[in-house]
């Protein structure tokens, strides 16, 4: 079992950054691939940015060069660094955890770009 926790969102003027953080716990996290998705009202869950064990980082295509995902997993930590953002970033941000067998969810934080 994994237990993740994500923090970090809030209320941000477009343009603006934030850095949401999932804390992982219950195994090493170096084992998973880590997942940041976001579910904006009334539309489906969708995949942000993932890295890899390896390290090796993808991103959809509407946050390629806005959003940087990194990870210590000596820390049992994931990031997700967003900048310039816009109000279609606005959604409940999620991390997962996820091997081929197991499938890990955290709670979401709430990120909220208007001005």
């Known amino acids: 079992q994994v237990q993740l926790v994500e923090s970090g969102g809030g209320l941000v003027q477009p343009g603006g950054s934030l850095r949401l953080s999932c804390a992982a716990s219950g195994r090493p996290l170096r084992l998973y691939t880590m997942d940041w998705y976001r579910q904006a009202p009334g539309k489906q869950r969708e995949l942000v940015a993932n890295?890899?064990?390896?390290?090796?980082?993808n991103y959809a295509d509407s946050v390629k060069g806005r959003f940087t995902v990194s990870r210590d997993n000596a820390k049992g930590m994931v990031y997700l660094q967003m900048n310039s953002l816009k109000p279609e970033d606005t959604a409940v941000y999620y991390c997962?955890?996820?091997?081929?067998?197991?499938?890990?969810w955290g709670q979401g934080t709430q990120v909220t770009v208007s001005s």
């Open positions: 890295i890899t064990t390896g390290g090796t980082t």
């Open positions: 997962n955890a996820r091997t081929l067998v197991s499938d890990y």
